[in-house]
């Protein structure tokens, strides 16, 4: 099946340093992942959207130089989050939709396992 | 207002009996997205309906879309304990794969 993978796992560091995700496809192609958050116990908020060879689109009230994504190739996306600062701790999913030319599962959407970004 | 609304918010059900979990839009969905997530882990995709009056089938899972692309069902037969996590539908509305997540609904299996 479709497998997302996510580096890290979990990262803690200091306020004010800059962490780095990345969110790679591992045997399927993706031009197109996206960046979710989620906060204890509620759903996932969209960040942004990802696209291979083409700037980052982000949500409504997401700052864009703060959380800075470049999509290098049809299997990797990275997300680093700036300067971070306690407030940015939260948990980081990405997701990668199937291109075409598997039609049976075309549009289908798979996620990584997350990312836990503690900033102290 | 809420442009998806996912129901129940909590389900606890016993080893072996059905459960339902339905989730409505107050738009017309491209897509309906049906995901399984274990607390503080990722989403496990279960299934996709894109079709008005779809419905698929994964081992004793089933999703249905209705006629009108505004609600869609989960429904579980004969629950295990391997069924228990938060359930979480998510909406495509326009065919560029945004989705908009529903609030969840937390599934307990019960001896």
């Known amino acids: 099946g479709a497998v997302v993978s996510q580096h890290p796992s979990w990262v803690i560091c200091k306020s004010g340093t800059s962490v780095k995700i990345e969110c790679r496809s591992l045997d399927f192609q993706a031009t197109t992942m996206f960046w979710y958050r989620q906060f204890p116990k509620q759903s996932l908020m969209l960040m942004a959207t990802?696209?291979?060879?083409?700037?980052?689109?982000?949500e409504q009230g997401v700052e864009k130089d703060k959380f800075l994504i470049n999509h290098a190739s049809l299997t990797l996306s990275t997300l680093t989050v700036t300067s971070a600062h306690p407030e940015d701790s939260s948990f980081y999913i990405c997701?990668?939709?199937?291109?075409?030319?598997?039609?049976?599962?075309?549009?289908?959407?798979?996620f990584g396992p997350g990312t836990r970004l503690t900033v102290l | 207002s809420q442009e998806l609304e996912q129901s129940p918010q909590s389900l606890i059900v016993q080893e072996g009996k059905n459960l339902t979990i339905n989730c409505t839009s107050s738009k017309t969905l491209y897509g309906l997205y049906w995901y399984k997530q274990k607390y503080g882990e990722g989403l496990i995709f279960l299934m996709m309906?894109?079709?008005?009056?779809e419905e698929k089938s994964h081992e004793k899972i089933t999703a249905k879309l209705d006629e009108k692309k505004q609600q869609s069902s989960l429904h579980i037969t004969a629950s295990q304990p391997s069924h228990a996590g938060i359930y979480l539908c998510g909406a495509d509305y326009n065919s560029w794969g945004k989705l908009q997540f529903g609030a969840g609904t937390q599934v307990v299996v019960t001896p």
């Open positions: 997701s990668a939709r199937v291109g075409g030319g598997t039609l049976s599962s075309y549009n289908e959407q798979f």
């Open positions: 990802s696209n291979e060879g083409s700037k980052a689109t982000y």
């Open positions: 309906l894109q079709k008005g009056g």
